[in-house]
């Protein structure tokens, strides 16, 4: 029968190496702070409570768990970081198991941690029932840093860290990535009688891998290194955060979706893509991003928590936020989506558009260079070029409401709060400031005049002036224009 499964993960360190004001496991990798995938591969490997030790920037930790995975995750505060040994005996209280229960213990800096990783070291660790502490393993041409695995006749018999290691030890390739299944009740009675005898003056966790070996022995399990590689610089940040986006972008190919060059797209855990989607080089794509089936995302599109719909095409440079676009509509080159933006089935947002807060209807299109704020725009308008909507008046944001087939003619201001009816017509270069009524036209422009043969006696009396002009500038010694 198998046990109980509780885990700990610990992050409240400092990481001094990061040289930062924000806390070492909430720097971002694929998109979410480090602490996320320790938890979330715990929780995947069936711990029934996940207990988080913080310290360092504890506030800060404490409310992205809370927010992401509220009652699943116990926070415990370890006030001073005396080492990793002292954290787990933090955490011993709030794990609340009956004894016999299996302990994970993980880091919050081991981001590439999996679910499978943990499963099978629990499963190791089922097969030795005399065995208290069954441990990852693995390793990697230079383990700098790292604590190394000392074995004796082919067993684990210690772990020594590497301020701690003899010139010979230093050259051990196999090292701890600090993943642990330990037994609850070896846990309470060990872990008080650790002592700080190291060079760092901790409490060491590692110095129970000894204590087990003297036991029952110590279950280790060789793991792949690629997913338990630690985080103690930017260098390192860098580089995992790149592999995991790796992964992340291979995973979606081989589910089908094209992605042209993988090296060069970022997309963040927890964007989803339908088959034949097709991403293209240079795009990002973050947060709650969806892109639906046949979809196109040009070079260069920046989407955050955007959904977008089947054969949706989003064309070069386009940046989203918070915003929907519909099945088959056209967005781009150089379209700005801010958020609550909502693009309609097969309509057109075209370059240097700009939407905010607007909803546009099916089929309609604004293709050039406008300003759409505070918008509700119905199925099959056309919005001219050069459109603004006057949403906002210093103090207060108003709505335009464009009802289904309306006209907006080039270069027209539309002063909100303003409604223009069914299927009206706005004449171009029209600044409108009241309602127009449905199947009206509206038009506000100066009457134009034509003096006839004025061109030429104008262009003689401009020029007679400007050599005057150029006179006296010469005169002062600057140069006429
Ligand atoms: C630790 C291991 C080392 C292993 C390495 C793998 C020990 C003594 N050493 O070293 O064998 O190779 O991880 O990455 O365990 N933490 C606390 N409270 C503390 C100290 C640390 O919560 O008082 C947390 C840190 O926030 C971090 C984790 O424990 O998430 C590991 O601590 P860190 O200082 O990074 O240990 P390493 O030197 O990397
Ligand atoms: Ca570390």
């Not at 209807?361 to 099959?380: F, P």
Request: with cysteine; net charge neutral.
């Amino acid at each position: 029968m198998s046990k109980i499964i509780t885990a700990v993960v610990l992050a409240a360190g400092k990481g001094t190496r990061m040289k930062s004001a924000t806390p070492k496991v909430l720097h971002a990798i694929a998109g979410r702070p480090m602490i996320h995938y320790p938890v979330r591969a715990a929780l995947e490997a069936g711990a029934e409570r996940v207990v988080v030790v913080v310290g360092h920037g504890r506030d800060r930790v404490e409310s992205y768990l809370r927010q992401t995975f509220a009652e699943r995750v116990k926070i415990v505060i370890q006030e001073e970081q005396r080492g990793t040994g002292h954290a787990v005996l933090m955490a011993l209280p709030a794990l609340g198991v009956p004894s016999g229960a299996r302990v994970l213990v993980l880091s919050g800096d081991t981001p590439l941690l999996r679910g499978d990783d943990l499963r099978a070291l629990l499963t190791a660790a089922e097969g030795d029932a005399r065995s208290m502490l069954a441990m990852l393993t693995t390793s990697i041409p230079d383990a700098t840093g790292y604590g190394r695995i000392l074995r004796e006749n082919g067993h684990v018999v210690a772990i020594r860290e590497h301020k701690d290691c003899s010139e010979a030890q230093k050259k051990i390739r196999e090292f701890n990535p600090a993943v642990y299944a330990i037994d609850h009740a070896f846990l309470a009675a060990e872990l008080p009688k650790l002592t700080p005898n190291n060079a760092a003056g901790e409490l060491y966790l590692t110095d129970l891998v000894t204590t087990a070996a003297l036991f029952g022995g110590v279950v280790d399990r060789v793991a792949d290194a690629s997913s338990l590689e630690g985080i103690n610089d930017r260098a390192q940040l860098a580089e995992l955060d790149r592999r995991m986006l790796l992964a992340i972008a291979r995973q979606h190919q081989l589910a089908g979706v094209t992605i042209r060059e993988p090296a060069s797209v970022e997309i963040h855990d927890g964007v989803t893509l339908g088959q034949d989607a097709v991403i293209e080089r240079n795009v990002v794509l973050r947060g709650r991003t969806t892109i639906g089936e046949h979809a196109v995302v040009d070079v260069g599109c920046v989407l955050t928590d955007v959904a977008v719909a089947a054969y949706a095409h989003l064309k070069p440079y386009s940046i989203g936020t918070d915003a929907k676009i519909g099945e088959k509509a056209q967005i781009g080159p150089f379209s700005h989506l801010r958020p609550a933006s909502d693009v309609g089935e097969d309509a057109h947002v075209g370059n240097f558009v700009e939407l905010k807060k607007t909803r546009l209807g099916k089929g309609s299109k604004a293709n050039h260079l406008a300003y759409l704020g505070d918008g509700e725009v119905g199925e099959g308008v056309n919005v001219g070029a050069g459109t603004i909507f006057c949403n906002y008046d210093g103090f207060k944001k108003h709505v335009t409401i464009l009802e289904d087939g309306a006209f907006i003619g080039s270069d027209s201001q539309l002063v909100a709060p303003i409604r223009v009816g069914k299927g009206a017509y706005v004449a171009t270069g029209t600044t409108l400031t009241r309602d127009v009524p449905a199947g009206a036209l509206a038009i506000s422009r100066t009457k134009q005049e034509n003096k006839e043969g004025y061109a030429e006696r104008l262009k003689t009396r401009l020029k007679a002036g400007s050599s005057m002009a150029g006179s006296k500038a010469g005169d002062s010694g600057k140069s006429g224009t």
